[in-house]
């Protein structure tokens, strides 16, 4: 038995190690990292506020640095609104973030990097103002009006029931007249009345989507794409016909690009998700989402946690043995996780490792590594990234005033550089981390004989490489005494304060430790 400072000086050099030495990573696409980017939030390259494609590039270096793999942008094409998912030109970058020949550079500087790129696609829908409808409302006669959902139907008269909308919508009136016309056809727009339901039974309208996958996956080299609102191809009644639509999508790109990644959001129970996966084979992992989120907050019951995720993988495992699972701690679509925890970085960032020893493809929303806040209406949690104090950076946009992330509440990026215990570093050593294990890259996830209220544990396993995970999710120190299964994890690999110990086959795990054990 080792004595305890040949222990300590294992501990530091294992951790000094495992983080700092990216030629050990083995982490390929489309495992590893990926960082979803709100592009007009996050860097400006021309003085006008709105972050854009060139401010993107110029950061490219920064999220190698960080250890992202892939980067998913929420829309970039034309639209009348801020967010853009309301697209009126499919084959086309929006002119606010600059110009196709900028997309195009930066996709090229990314995978110089081996970063790869995922694009928004919104197939659910156009924007009101796309040719497509603007030529589908002049009549029926129209060789466009079949593109869209048309019924004699009133929502006005109907009042479609709330109960009855999905967690996608609040929107209880989709049925819309065409310019206050309440006495002909409606169509359908399941958000909202801008937001005009594509009819995807309709095959020009499936081909239409061919071609513009020949556009990105082609013409502008992105590497997949991410799939809003998948489950809303066909109404809930016609689920099937939803899953089978993703199959043909799927066999389609692949056509165009052999590797294509795509990966949907369906915002729904785990089991109501899992036959999407024949189509798309990762799907945004909504539950362990909420299930994180829910145990660090109370600093308790964490007995189920590994066994739900197991229970959703068991769900995922009947509908097809190949997918990727999609995690995440939060979206573009709900309150940031710091100001979820009420602002804990402590607990958060327990919660990001968590999310970085499980299973599968973790998501970083931009802004999380530094904590930035934030909390509904959407432009609250959608607020400019803070690169710096300075406001003459011109990286820095302004298009939005924030409420929630500013220099009073969040410490801007270069002052966390210059911190080693900042949470942008905490951050970036984890991912790191995680990029040189193939154990947590690659390998399945086993429940650990240890049965304590307050600590996450799990086994994570790839072949003959394994790893003991353990996450204390209380404000107070634990002690755990290893059982005989459990005696040859003998070192700590990653310890995420670098202040836990073994010795004698008991591990101290400070309160809201990440350690890591092989």
């Known amino acids: 038995m080792y004595n305890v400072s040949k222990w300590f000086l294992l501990i530091v050099f294992a951790f000094a190690s495992s983080c700092s030495n990216e030629s050990k990573q083995v982490s390929n696409w489309p495992y590893g990292v990926n960082y979803e980017v709100f592009v007009r939030s996050y860097a400006d390259s021309n003085g006008d506020g709105i972050g854009d494609f060139n401010g993107l590039t110029a950061k490219l270096d920064y999220l190698k640095e960080l250890g992202v793999g892939g980067i998913w942008l ?167 016909d939803n899953h089978e639509f993703w199959i043909w999508f799927r066999k389609e790109m692949q056509k165009i690009k052999t590797d294509v990644y795509l990966v949907g959001e369906v915002w729904s129970k785990s089991e109501d998700v899992a036959p999407y996966l024949r189509g798309l084979p990762a799907l945004f992992n909504f539950d362990m989402g909420y299930a994180i989120t829910s145990v660090v907050r109370a600093g308790k019951d964490t007995i189920d946690l590994i066994r739900k995720y197991k229970q959703i993988n068991d769900y995922y495992n009947k509908s097809t043995t190949e997918f990727i699972d999609a995690t995440f701690l939060k979206n573009h679509d709900q309150n940031r996780i710091l100001s979820e925890l009420s ?101 399945s996830i086993e429940m650990a004989p240890i049965n304590i209220g307050e600590v996450v544990s799990f086994i994570r396993v790839k072949d003959e490489d394994q790893r003991l995970v353990l996450h204390n999710v209380s404000d107070v120190e634990v002690t755990i005494k290893l059982s005989d299964a459990l005696v040859d994890y003998s070192i700590i690999e990653f310890d995420s304060f670098n202040s836990a110990s073994l010795s004698n086959g008991e591990v101290r795990l400070p309160a809201y430790a990440s350690v890591v054990l092989k």
């Open 74 to 240: 929420m829309p970039i094409m034309p639209s009348p609104t801020y967010h853009k998912y309301d697209v009126v030109d499919y084959k086309a970058v929006d002119p606010e973030y600059g110009t196709q020949e900028d997309f195009q550079n930066l996709v090229a500087e990314a995978h110089k990097r081996g970063i790869r790129i995922l694009v928004d696609l919104i197939v659910n829908h156009t924007g009101s103002d796309h040719s497509w409808f603007k030529n589908a409302i002049k009549g029926k006669s129209n060789p466009y009006r079949d593109y869209y959902v048309w019924a004699n139907k009133d929502s006005v008269r109907e009042q479609i029931s709330k109960k009855s909308a999905s967690l996608d919508s609040d929107n209880i009136t989709q049925w819309h007249p065409v310019n206050g016309d309440t006495l002909s056809e409606h169509y359908y727009g399941f958000f909202w009345g801008g937001m005009p339901d594509l009819n995807l039974d309709n095959t020009k309208v499936r081909n239409e989507f061919v071609e513009i996958g020949k556009y990105w996956l082609g013409e502008m080299k992105v590497d997949g794409f991410r799939l809003d609102a998948a489950k809303h191809i066909f109404p809930t009644e016609r689920a099937t």
């Open 343 to 443: 602002d804990d970085k402590n607990r958060a960032r327990l919660a990001a490792g968590i999310l970085f020893t499980l299973p599968g493809t973790p998501y970083v929303y931009y802004g999380e590594e530094i904590g930035m806040l934030g909390a509904k209406p959407d432009e609250y949690i959608r607020e400019p990234f803070l690169w710096d104090y300075d406001a003459n950076d011109k990286s820095q946009t302004s298009w939005e005033t924030p409420r929630y992330s500013n220099d009073e509440t969040v410490v801007p990026l270069l002052k966390q550089k210059q911190d080693p215990a900042s949470l942008y570093n905490f951050y970036m050593k984890f991912i790191q981390y995680r990029n040189s294990s193939k154990a947590l890259t690659y390998g």
